[in-house]
């Protein structure tokens, strides 16, 4: 939902061992030392750091493809890398949302037989219509409130939506 | 019975409501603005939508948001908790229309005791006691004809007022027809409707009410609470039985709410609201249509869940208790609010410690939790921490102890408050009345 641009870097423990069950003398990696591996890994333009359990670094993995690379295996939830990592480990997005204004029914396209407002890789104008909510028996039109290109429609046709659920990741012109 | 019910509220009333679903086997639907996203009630209901950003009237109160969110999860009934949308007839009408079942009285039952003039007018109809009162009082005329019959002192209130809004205490002729005046354009100017009327003005009074249940053909009352502890009208300490009765006056005043709730043919639950004088007699106020926050006193001294008989009456079941119950022993409730126990100011943030106490006798009813953020947009109600025991003693050293358990930091509370009530020689033998806490 929120913009995240940093490449995600990956850090993880090689083994689940709880540091209690640890027989070496562990360090903590505690977010800091995160922080610091993560800028490292941007900055190489790795996709996975490797930790020993003891904190040391094993293995370094160089990017694959060209892309950002996402989604990481998450972080196990062991003991010191609890919560705050998790959500660095989160996948990269980018664009600007449109969400739903109100609860209701989304439909992609104004009658079942009708094409779709748009679709991915199709380009928006301010004030286009790109999708209808149906709330109450009403049919409200939704439109772009920018210019821009759809990377992602984040919602099936006829799906339930709330409000304030993002329903389209537009990449802005 | 329904399947699957939408609570159109918010915090502990709506994980109340969520409790009783479960324990009926039905599916519950949490609705939640952008601000209760992490609320207690979206995380234990089984299914959540979001209806609208913080502002109560854009979620809370937005009919549309709300019948479209029970239409896209299938719910086939709402429940609308206390506050927002539980005394809104329109509401219920709608929630009608839409073949959904309504989880509260009748609508035009909800017009009529919504109404103060109205319902005074039933209830007198239906033989209940009402404060000496005048028709609206349009002339100075008027109003002396009234005054003839009612005596001083006298209280004027606006027709379309609620909560202490726009009441004026008239002590002498000298100053009725100003102070008749001014109720008008203050009513105009609060209510957008100038209507004022007459009552007796009963000056130590205690508030009594009684909780009904009706199935619209019976009526059952539920004995009686005692809410004088109140703060411009914000109950904040409710106790049942009231020490004011003695079994006659309860066996009078149970009759005559019985009695009433029948003659309106009242469906679900309910409460009249009475003012009881020095000399001991009662005279109705008003009625809530709803469940209200202390019905948790009542269910702790009947052993009934209030909230599941309200579904049962609401899907057409028959009353199916007993006339005569009896209360076991003696309940109290505090209402733990988030504001300073001083100037009463509320105080929104997060709670960043918690600890909520327990033992034998003692019940909790909140929403909160450790690192809960308390949101500025709503009422301030935390917690409700009730006290069951065998009697009003027990009940109040159980109280005692569970208030002195009771940790939340980050925000400020009304525990010492409540502390001061709690020791006071006049709280702890029974002697006050709805002034009290203006002389604490």
Not at chain 1, 57 to 65: C, F, I
Not at chain 2, 126 to 150: L, Y
Request: net charge neutral.
């Amino acid at each position: 939902m929120s913009k995240r641009k940093a490449p995600v870097a990956a850090a993880k423990k090689s083994t689940s061992a709880s540091r209690e069950e640890c027989a070496c003398e562990c360090q903590i990696v505690d977010l800091e030392r995160l922080r610091e591996l993560a800028e490292i890994a941007t900055e190489f333009d790795l996709a996975e750091i490797e930790l020993d359990a003891c904190g040391g670094v094993r293995v370094v993995r160089r990017a694959a493809g060209a892309p950002a690379p996402v989604a990481a295996a998450p972080l196990p939830p062991p003991v010191h890398l609890a919560a705050p990592a998790e959500k660095a480990a989160k996948p990269a997005e980018t664009g600007t949302l449109i969400t739903s204004p109100f609860v209701g029914t989304f439909y992609r396209a104004p009658a079942p037989e009708s094409p779709a407002f748009t679709d991915v890789g199709q380009t928006v104008r301010k004030g286009q219509v790109v999708c209808i909510v149906e709330a109450m028996k009403l049919m409200n039109e939704i439109e772009s409130e920018f210019d821009g290109k759809v990377v992602e429609i984040l919602v099936k046709n006829s799906e339930h939506v709330e409000y304030g659920q993002p329903l389209f990741r537009i990449e802005k012109a | 019975m329904f399947k699957k019910v939408l609570i159109a509220n918010r915090g502990e009333i709506a994980l109340r409501v969520i409790r009783a679903c479960r324990d009926l086997g039905l599916r519950s639907v949490a609705v939640h603005s952008t601000a209760d996203a992490d609320s207690l009630h979206v995380r234990f209901a089984d299914e959540k939508v979001c209806i609208g950003p913080p502002p109560a009237r854009q979620s809370y109160l937005n009919i549309p948001a709300l019948i479209s969110a029970a239409e896209v999860t299938g719910a086939d009934a709402i429940h609308p908790g206390y506050g927002f949308l539980a005394e809104n007839a329109e509401f219920a009408e709608v929630v009608q229309k839409c073949g959904l079942h309504w989880i509260g009285p009748q609508p035009e039952v909800m017009r009529t005791m919504g109404d103060k003039v109205s319902a005074r007018k039933a209830m007198e109809a239906a033989g209940v006691p009402v404060v000496p009162g005048s028709p609206i009082i349009e002339t100075d005329k008027q109003a002396e004809a009234a005054i003839e019959r009612i005596g001083f002192p006298v209280i004027i209130k606006a027709t379309g007022g609620g909560g202490g809004r726009g009441m004026k205490i008239v002590e002498d002729k000298s100053r009725l027809f100003s102070q008749l005046a001014a109720a008008r354009s203050e009513a105009q100017a609060g209510f957008n409707n100038p209507a004022v009327y007459m009552e007796r003005y009963i000056g130590r009074p205690r508030h009594i009410e009684v909780q009904v249940l009706g199935d619209g053909q019976s009526a059952l009352a539920l004995g009686e609470r005692e809410c004088s502890i109140q703060r411009r009208h914000q109950k904040l300490i409710e106790e049942a039985p009231s020490v004011a009765l003695d079994d006659a006056r309860r066996i009078e005043l149970l009759r005559v709410a019985r009695k009433a709730t029948a003659a309106i043919g009242y469906k679900t639950v309910g409460t009249l609201e009475f003012l009881l004088d020095e000399n001991k007699q009662f005279f109705f106020i008003e009625m809530n249509t709803r469940i209200q926050v202390e019905h948790t006193v009542t269910e702790m001294v009947f052993g009934v869940d209030l909230v599941r008989e309200q579904m049962r009456l609401a899907a057409g079941d028959p009353l199916h208790m007993p006339t005569e119950m009896r209360p076991r022993g003696h309940a109290i409730e505090l209402r733990i609010n988030a504001e300073d126990p001083v100037t009463f100011a509320p105080s929104p943030g997060t709670i960043t410690a918690l600890n909520l106490p327990g033992g034998i006798g003692i019940r909790v009813d909140t929403h909160i939790y450790a690192h809960y953020r308390v949101p500025p947009f709503y009422d301030s109600l935390l917690a409700k921490l009730v006290a069951h025991g065998d009697n009003r003693n027990v009940a109040l050293a159980r109280m005692r102890r569970a208030l002195d358990e009771v940790v939340v930091e980050g925000i400020k509370t009304n525990c010492d408050l409540h502390r001061r009530v709690l020791n006071h020689p006049d709280f702890i033998g029974g002697r006050f009345d709805t002034h009290f806490l203006e002389r604490l």
